[in-house]
Antibody, heavy 120, light 108 residues
């Protein structure tokens, strides 16, 4: 059974750095073709693709956020970490991590999401 | 960057067919994926690679893709299909993922 779960702070202050952890089970991020991505959704708005890390440590970032994002993996812990610097109230959103193992990079398993509010 | 355009809303009566479009420049050359999201829940993949269905997704959900438009078709719509639907592609030119703006399906 494949599961993913996001964890991290629910409230951060403007200018702070957000660190989110995705802990997963049921698959290995050392398996060829596998990747874990992060997607966010501001309240009442659309999904936004953020970043993706592959089994071989190849990484992709949204161009609009690339300067603020870092994605890393710890295969031994079955975790993927996303950091986002210089948080702003517009970054308030539910953040999801999700699994991709298809060549066309669709997300077939998602975590439940975690709501992060940016406010002083 | 690559842009996907969806209608904000689609309405359909129960038992009828709903068609949700996703427009993009030469989208027919890309693989399109569709997600269903109900309020307060994470998205669920309902169609991938234009027209394939994950296990557990009813045959009522189907997809097509040609030219500049991809379409998610939901046949014999049920009240439980009411949700937001998002298309997604992988933009090979930038090697990045892109989501559409989402379509709210209302079952009348």
């Amino acid at each position: 059974q494949i599961t993913l779960k996001e964890s991290g702070p629910t409230l951060v202050k403007p200018t702070q750095t957000l660190t989110l952890t995705c802990t997963f089970s049921g698959f290995s991020l050392s398996t060829s073709g596998v990747g874990v991505g992060w997607i966010r959704q501001p309240p009442g708005k659309a999904l936004e693709w953020l970043a993706l890390i592959y089994w071989d440590d190849d990484k992709r970032y949204s161009p609009s956020l690339k300067s603020r994002l870092t994605i890393t993996k710890d295969t031994s812990k079955n975790q993927v970490v996303l950091t986002m610097t210089n948080m702003d109230p517009v970054d308030t959103a539910t953040y999801y991590c999700a699994l991709t193992k298809g060549a066309t990079n669709y997300f077939d398993y998602w975590g439940q999401g975690t709501l992060v509010t940016v406010s002083s | 960057s690559y842009v996907l355009t969806q209608p904000p809303s689609v309405s359909v009566a129960p038992g009828q067919t709903a068609r949700i479009t996703c427009g993009g420049n030469n989208i027919g050359s890309k693989s399109v994926h569709w997600y269903q999201q109900k309020p307060g829940q994470a998205p669920v993949l309902v169609v991938y690679d234009d027209s394939d269905r994950p296990s557990g997704i009813p045959e009522r959900f189907s997809g097509s893709n040609s030219g500049n438009t991809a379409t998610l078709t939901i046949s014999r719509v049920e009240a439980g299909d009411e949700a937001d639907y998002y298309c997604q592609v992988w933009d090979s030119s930038s090697d990045l993922g892109v989501f559409g703006g989402g379509t709210k399906l209302t079952v009348l």
